[in-house]
């Protein structure tokens, strides 16, 4: 095992966490708002492809309060009265999670960030993205922003083996995620990676390798890691009620991600460790967890095993 007195890593927790990350960073609590700014997905429109990821319904991505029509600003000021009065936050991220948020002009792009910037309080932005929608354009823009602000980068890779992507009608490679890496490398850009775990056929041994791929590429700075779950209105609610797809139990599911924190490298810190979606569209896994209790069952995992993130991580 690697020494398990990593700077980084919270002692209670186990795990490098990003609320503490961005606490270490900022000397304040600090929240993620979402916006939804109106943008759609080249994997939804043709360009990329049609309709979208097996498990794409992006109502369960966001807040129901965020909605195109109301003015950015309102959404933000919104979401930041909700994260002051519940958690005491004092700054805020403005996260730009729903569909492909660097899918349209350098122009608009450039509108719709500083106009978030502008906020009261708001020390920068996050911003959801495809690794086959950054252009050169898009990314300069947020290399200029990253200069004063502070900037995330979140690319979907969702998993690290090609086959998955095809059947899941991700449109792009592993190729075309780690290509998006080293482009987007050395920036002053967070890179934060998203995955998911229970895709069928991925045994837990093949997933868990994808921790030593994020820790290959030194760009990425953080990770967000979700259970497959099926949302009304995706394929994959159709693919389960046919018996095409079984979800993960709760238990493979926090025995795989503690084996996955586990390899993977102290520096990364964790933003999630669950996807949630309303009760109302959720199919399966049915979990009966809330969302902080799937975070600690993981972290307990951790506790019971007398381990930690990065316990055995191979530099
Ligand atoms: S890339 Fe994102 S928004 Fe587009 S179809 Fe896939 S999950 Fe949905």
């Known amino acids: 095992m690697s020494s398990l007195s990593s700077q980084h890593i919270h002692p209670d927790l186990r795990i490098n966490s990003y609320g503490h990350y961005l606490r270490n960073r900022f000397g304040c609590r600090v929240s993620k708002v979402n916006v939804d700014a109106g943008f759609t997905c080249p994997n939804r429109d043709g360009s990329k492809g049609t309709g979208g990821c097996i498990y794409c319904n992006n109502v369960s991505f966001s807040p129901r ?10 959404q933000v000021t919104a979401g930041m009265a909700y994260h002051r009065q519940r958690l005491t936050s004092e700054k805020f991220i403005v996260y730009f999670q729903k569909y492909t948020n660097t899918y349209a002009s350098v122009e608009h792009l450039a509108d719709l960030y500083q106009r978030a ?24 823009l947020l290399t200029r922003i990253a200069r004063d ?9 969702q998993s690290a083996d090609d086959a998955i992507l095809e059947r899941i009608n991700r449109g792009h490679s592993l190729e075309d995620f780690t290509r998006a890496v080293e482009r987007a490398s050395g920036r002053g ?13 991925e045994q837990p041994d093949e997933f868990i390798k994808s921790a030593d791929l994020l820790n290959s590429l030194p760009g990425i700075r953080s990770v967000k890691l979700h259970q497959l779950h099926a949302v009304e209105g995706t394929e994959l609610a159709a ?3 046919r018996g095409e797809f079984t ?14 924190l586990e390899r993977l490298a102290p520096r990364i810190s964790i933003q999630r460790l669950y996807g949630s979606s309303p009760l109302e569209i959720r199919v399966a896994p049915q979990w009966g967890l809330k ?9 307990n995992e951790l506790k019971c095993r007398g381990s930690r993130q990065g316990a055995r991580y191979k530099e």
């Not at 502008?118 to 086959?132: E, F, K």
């Open 291 to 299: 969302n902080n209790q799937l975070w600690y069952a993981v972290l």
């Open 149 to 157: 602000h502070y900037v995330c980068l979140e690319l979907g890779l």
């Open 239 to 241: 693919m389960y009620r």
């Open 65 to 74: 309060d965020t909605l195109a029509e109301i003015p950015l600003e309102e």
């Open 189 to 201: 850009l967070d890179i934060c990676a998203h995955l998911i775990y229970g895709f069928s056929g």
């Open 247 to 260: 979800p993960l139990t709760l238990e493979q599911y926090v025995a795989t991600a503690a084996d996955f």
């Open 117 to 140: 910037l502008a906020l009261p309080d708001v020390l920068g932005i996050s911003v959801g993205t495809r690794p086959d929608c950054l252009t050169d354009e898009a990314l300069e």
